[in-house]
Each structure stands twice: as C-alpha cells, then as structure tokens.
C-alpha cells in the first residue's frame, strides 16, 4: 500500500488538521529524511501552503484544530503544536496550546525546526500598491532612479521583465535594466 493509500486510511480520506476533503497531498513532517506514515500527514492545500508560508496565516481556517489537535498520531500533533504556536497570539490557541499535552519525545520533535518560536505573519515582496510580487513577474518603475555605481538611470515608467526576489529581504527585487541587473526597492514598482 502506497504512503498517500496509507495515510488516506488512517484519516478517513480527510485532512487531518482541518478535515477538508479535497486537494489532499502528503506532508512529510520535518525534519524528516524517509517518508512513513510514523513522520507523514495527509493536509488540503490550504494548510500545506499555510504551513509552508507561501501563504498568509488564517487564524479562522485554524480554528478547528481545537479538536484535530487530540489525534492519537503523532505527525498530527507535532504540527497542530507548531501551528498553535504561530497562532499564540489568538486567545483560543493560547488557550489550546496550554491543555495540549505532548510526551517528551513528540514535544522535542515539534520543537526542532524552530518554527514555533516565529510570529505567525509571513511578509511577501509587494509592490507599492500592496500586490504581492512573484518570481518572473514584470514590473513598471513609478520613480525614476538612479543607479548607484553607474552611470544608468531607471525612467520612471521602465518596464522589468521577469524580476527575481530577494531572498533575505522582502524590499527588494532583482531585474535587468538596459542589460544591467541592478537591485530594486518594491516601493518604487508596480505591478506591469
């Protein structure tokens, strides 16, 4: 039997932190190095990206985990304590996380990654407008900007293609402009 087969079993073929029924995927727990249904969950796609970051924390989508949390599988409780954790600031998850009782092996293992120890915000690259900016996306400049180091001056109204973020920081971009890559502040693009 297949790991997803196993999984889709044990939980009844729903999400086994917020019971939603479609959009169903394997996350390995981390830290991890071989996938087993002992380190492995069966999640929806909205707590996969919730819980992977790429999308902002809905603490409402959460709120189910004040029953989900009491699942007798461990990969479920290690990650119902990380998301509690990141939603400590919500009065019920305080409050859930307070009676949510791990044996000592789960609670280091939930503790590992260090996730719980971060707020439960993620930032994105957003250009001036609040749109939030993606690798390759094409961006207009709504200031002219002169480059430092150089000799180049970025129009206001200059189209960059296919843009990259800056990792480490959610300020900045990289694009090429007259065939020089230069570096970005979001505040000063839109959107193209």
């Known amino acids: 039997m297949s790991l997803l087969q196993q999984l889709k079993t044990r939980s009844g073929n729903k999400c086994e932190l917020c019971t939603a029924e479609i959009n169903l995927s394997v996350y390995e727990v981390p830290p991890t190095s071989n996938a087993n249904g002992d ?24 709120r ?27 009065g019920w998850a305080a409050d859930s996380l307070d009676i949510l009782y791990l044996d000592d092996e789960t609670l280091e293992w939930a503790k590992k990654t260090g996730d719980h120890e971060q707020e439960g915000t993620v930032e994105f690259h957003q250009d001036s407008n609040g749109a939030r900016l993606f690798e390759g996306d094409t961006v207009v400049l709504v200031k ?49």
């Open 39 to 62: 380190n492995s969950i069966l999640v929806c796609k909205t707590c996969l990206d919730q819980i992977e970051k790429s999308e902002q924390l809905d603490a409402a989508h959460w």
């Open 64 to 90: 189910i985990l004040t029953e989900t949390m009491w699942s007798e599988f461990a990969p479920v409780q290690v990650v119902a304590w990380r998301m509690l954790s990141r939603l400590r600031n919500e």
């Open 144 to 192: 002219t900007l002169d480059v430092k180091g150089s000799t180049l001056s970025a129009k206001l109204g200059t189209v960059v293609k296919n843009i990259r973020l800056v990792q480490d920081n959610t300020e900045q971009i990289e694009g090429k402009v007259e065939g020089q890559t230069i570096v970005i502040l979001t505040k000063y693009l839109r959107k193209g």
